[in-house]
């Protein structure tokens, strides 16, 4: 929202004025100059215009084309502009969430300074600040329910709090809103909403999903002991009443169901994640919450009987102590914290997992959780979301020729370990990451032959580099793939002959994607599973108050979203479904924090 905007570049504004600017190069000639840098999605997606005034001062800068994801850029698209300005110098940080845009700013500022015929090494001397930097300031507030996590769980338990009489604070670390929601589709599962009263799918019931759901979870052969079939249920059979609480908050969806899928009904939010995140913002700005961003939550407080009566948070200059009756984590999940994911998920690790989730979900909330005794699931899992071809080739060249469906696709022994077309439909595009994890042997290869002029160019470009392996033979490219030669000549002529027979009995791929690999030379590249989430966090009631591991209530603590999930999957994911039952989950958590607060 604009509020919001304004809060991270006001935070930016004041960081830059508190520092003397830094020294003013030398300029030929004033005027205005443009420049274009890589961004988060690649060369040429940032385009700036930069004015210089006779003294060689940068008077304005503009991001004149923005590439970048909507919403999770913004931040950066505001306020890096306005710190350089203010302070004269490209020595400003990036907005923490959207460091790709920043840089891509930053590169192209410098690129139009080139343009203007001056040195850009002048301007990245660092702002002079006092020697004795100011210690930060102690701050006390008070308020009835404190949440920490401004994403679709966070602000949807604020929102429900307020609504049920409390006064209510969101604090995130993050310089905008929104956590990995801003890279969603905005796609709620809801079932029995109002919304489709006049629109209604054949699917839209209980029975319908709670099948889908199954079938979901059985993919990949594991039985982890989850999903929590009771909790479950009960938060399935609230969502539909959750979007329509959203309706009646002024957020918008589209009136029909979203029609990728019509095994279970989806809503979809105007404007994706991003938008839907945009409007949860202003409809708690409305009821008059308090949201500050840069705010990270460091440690919870707690009384002499154990129950959690605050939490202390910093800023970049100031440590502030919340006294709150209630306290409600909503920061997700443990998927950027490698060592968290090592710890609970060794087998994700084992798979080369790579986060495509947003880089605030390193389980603060999580840790704070455990050190005043909550409880956590035995086994965490990772919801899957998709694949990526190796990120080190991406950045060399475009992959979008690289398809995999009609690859051959082996582990690190040269073994074939799935159907490379698995994750095909749109409802499956995590089967391929599943087998991947679940085989457990990473790196992962895909072979490709020299029949694709565009894949082979994009190949190429990763051989010399060593990123990509190329040989005239399989039993070359065995030896460049370090992998087992005879294993990998095993897998390749299997699979050949699963080709020519148009039928693949290992894995039961579609004939179609049954595609030969014969025209030498050879290539194979790595491709790696990725998550969207962390399935796992803290013990919980199906209120959301958060309980020790012998399920004892630790008063004035509640959890919501990828804090505490793991009741709804097995080790497999079902897409459009998170957003739905994590706004379920914090609307109920927010009603019985503002309950419990105010009945003290």
Partial sequence: SKATMKRCISLLLTVCLLATMAAVPALAEAGTYTGVGAGKNGEGSIEVSVTLDDAGVITDVEVTKNGDDAGISDPAVEGVPAAIVAANSLAVDAVAGATLTSNGILEAVE???????????????????????????????TTDVLVIGAGIAGLSSAMSAKENGADVVIIDKMSAPGGTTNLAGGIL?????????????????????????????????????????????????????????????GIEFDATPYSASSRYPMALANGGGAGLINMLVDACEEKGIELMLNTKGTSLITDDTGAVVGAVAETEDSIITFHAKSVILATGGISQNQELVEKYSPKLTR??????????HTGDGFLMALEVGAGTFDVFATPLFSTVVDPELSALTDTSALT???????????????????????DTMDHTAS??????????WYIYDSSNADAVAALEAGVESGVVAKADTIEGLALDMHVYTDRLVAAYEDYSAAVAAGKDEAFGKDASF????????????????????????????DQGRVTTQDGTVIPGLYAAGEMSNRSFYNENYVLAASLGLYSTM??????????????E
């Avoid at 660092?126 to 006390?140: L, M």
């Avoid at 919304?195 to 799918?201: E, G, S, T, V, W």
């Avoid at 982890?224 to 479950?232: F, T």
């Fill in 586 to 599: 914090g609307r109920r958590a927010g009603a019985a924090a503002a309950s419990d607060a105010l009945a």
């Fill in 514 to 541: 049954l595609l030969p690999i014969e025209k030498s030379p050879f290539y194979a590249v790595k491709v790696y599973p990725t998550t969207f989430g962390s399935a796992g966090g803290v013990t919980t009631t």
């Fill in 435 to 444: 087998d991947m994890i679940q085989d457990g042997n990473a790196p992962f």
């Fill in 189 to 249: 599962v809801c079932v029995d909403s109002e919304l489709f009263a006049d629109n209604r799918l054949e699917s839209d019931s209980m029975e319908a999903i709670k099948a889908y759901w199954e079938e979901r979870m059985a993919y990949g052969g594991v039985d982890s002991g989850y999903p929590d079939q009771e909790r479950l249920d009960s938060v399935l059979a609230d969502t539909g009443k959750t979007v329509d609480w959203m309706v009646s908050n």
């Fill in 351 to 360: 798979a080369g997992l790579i986060p495509t989730s947003a880089v605030s």
């Fill in 111 to 141: 690129a139009a300074l080139n343009a203007a015929g001056v040195d850009p090494s002048a301007y990245k001397a660092a702002p002079e600040t006092d020697e004795a930097e100011a210690e930060k300031t102690a701050v006390e507030q």
């Fill in 404 to 426: 995999i469906y009609g690859q051959l696709g082996v582990n690190a022994n040269g073994d074939r370990f799935g159907n490379e077309a698995a994750s095909a439909g749109w």
